[in-house]
């Protein structure tokens, strides 16, 4: 059974390409915001594993990353951070809020992908 990705990213080619290259081996739900973001955690099952820009439009940087890993429903939820932010702001604030790992815009497809199969199928630890 595929595991679910939710993808959030205001860039639509960036969207698209996330979903292009993770549609084969998992479920890919990708929105262009935190609101929509919101919204289908609200609604849906929860997600194996977020893969989001911390810079989204709709919500100050980092908030919708800071109100899930303060919601104790949500906290379990491997969260990949693509960022096009500072290289040091972006990993501070990612082990400040349990982020499992960043990735620095523009990103490399394929390493990304390896990542997310380690944190999903592999060895990789995961958030507790």
Known sequence: ?????????????????????????????SVADGMSAMFYLRNSASPHMIIMDPDISDMPDWELVKQLALNSFYQRIPVIAVSSGDMEHTASQAIKY??????TKPFNPSI????????????KIQKV
């Open 1 to 29: 059974m595929k595991k679910d990705i939710l993808v959030i990213e205001g860039s639509k080619a960036i969207r698209f390409l996330l979903h292009t290259i993770l549609k084969k081996h998992y479920n890919v739900v």
């Open 98 to 103: 349990g982020v499992i790992e960043t990735f």
């Open 112 to 123: 990304l992908v390896e990542t997310i199969d380690l944190i999903l199928i592999g060895n």
